[in-house]
Nanobody
Framework: QKQLVESGGGLVQPGGSLRLSCAASGFTFSGYIMSWYRQAPGKERELVADISGSGGITNYAHSVKGRFTISRDNARNTLYLQMNSLKSEDTAVYYC???????WGQGTQVSVSS
């Protein structure tokens, strides 16, 4: 069946880095725009970044531009989010999404704290 599984979350100090992965299965991964969203406690889920099927076009939320990089490896059916210069306000559960299929992953927790 169609599935997205995130990994790579954890606890990191401010200024640190993490790399999230999202493994896709059950559909033609390269054919779809993919996105990363996040939801902090008490806040609505928000778009972090998205990427075209080929990987050639990316889009970022203003709050993460210049610090985060979205990428994909279509041969491995995997979406990535490289997060650098992390701040406490980046603390959230991070989800990957294939919007065309309305398919969400289960989420991975990112906590930024000293």
């Amino acid at each position: 069946q169609k599935q997205l599984v995130e990994s790579g979350g954890g606890l990191v100090q401010p200024g640190g880095s993490l790399r999230l992965s999202c493994a896709a299965s059950g559909f033609t991964f390269s054919g779809y725009i993919m996105s990363w969203y996040r939801q902090a406690p008490g806040k609505e889920r928000e778009l972090v970044a998205d990427i075209s099927g080929s990987g050639g076009i990316t889009n970022y939320a203003h709050s993460v531009k210049g610090r985060f990089t979205i990428s994909r490896d279509n041969a491995r059916n995997t979406l990535y989010l490289q997060m650098n210069s992390l701040k406490s306000e980046d603390t959230a559960v991070y989800y990957c999404l294939c919007s065309h299929l309305r398919l969400w992953g289960q989420g991975t927790q990112v906590s930024v704290s000293s």
